[in-house]
């Protein structure tokens, strides 16, 4: 198989994983990562986004994502703001380490090791924006930078 149809494949995947965690957020309560959520986006954002409007913001920013990686359309766009949240996924490393390491920096907890394995997500973004974007300005990676 061409590795133009494996990354593809990731991407699909990816828009799935994307597009089923987004739509967990539209109902509270339905979503693990919900607390930590709306916890991390209120202190990025100085508490001006009030938590019932800041999880569905989420849940339609990933949504958004997952149709987009799963219809293969307008790539460039979707890699740069799939990469915006990935990064933003590590945020609560620093604003909340007592939830997410039992020794820091070593010793993860649920919570940390949740965050941690977005690491894959950022490779596979990197991959995806490498190999299907042509010209590709989307992310560090292909300009070197990695």
């Known amino acids: 198989m061409k590795v133009e149809k494996m990354v593809r494949i990731i991407q699909i995947a990816i828009g799935i994983n994307f597009l ?7 109902f509270p309560g339905m979503s693990p990562a919900e607390s930590l959520a709306i916890m991390t986006i209120e202190k990025l954002t100085f508490g001006l986004i009030a938590p019932h409007i800041s999880i569905k913001l989420l849940a339609i920013w990933e949504v958004l994502i997952g149709i987009g990686f799963i219809s293969g359309m307008y790539t460039k766009f979707f890699v740069r703001i799939f990469m915006l949240h990935m990064i933003l996924t590590f945020t609560p490393l620093f604003l909340f380490p007592e939830l997410c390491f039992t020794v ?16 894959v997500f950022l490779a596979a973004g990197a991959l995806i924006c490498t190999i299907l974007v042509k010209n590709s300005e989307c992310v560090p ?5 990695i």
Not at 20 to 26: C, Q, V, Y
Not at 141 to 145: A, M, P
């Open 104 to 119: 820091v920096p070593l010793g993860l907890t649920i919570v940390g090791q949740y965050i941690i394995k977005n690491l």
């Open 141 to 145: 990676c292909s300009r070197g930078v």
């Open 20 to 26: 089923w965690f987004g739509m967990l957020k539209m």
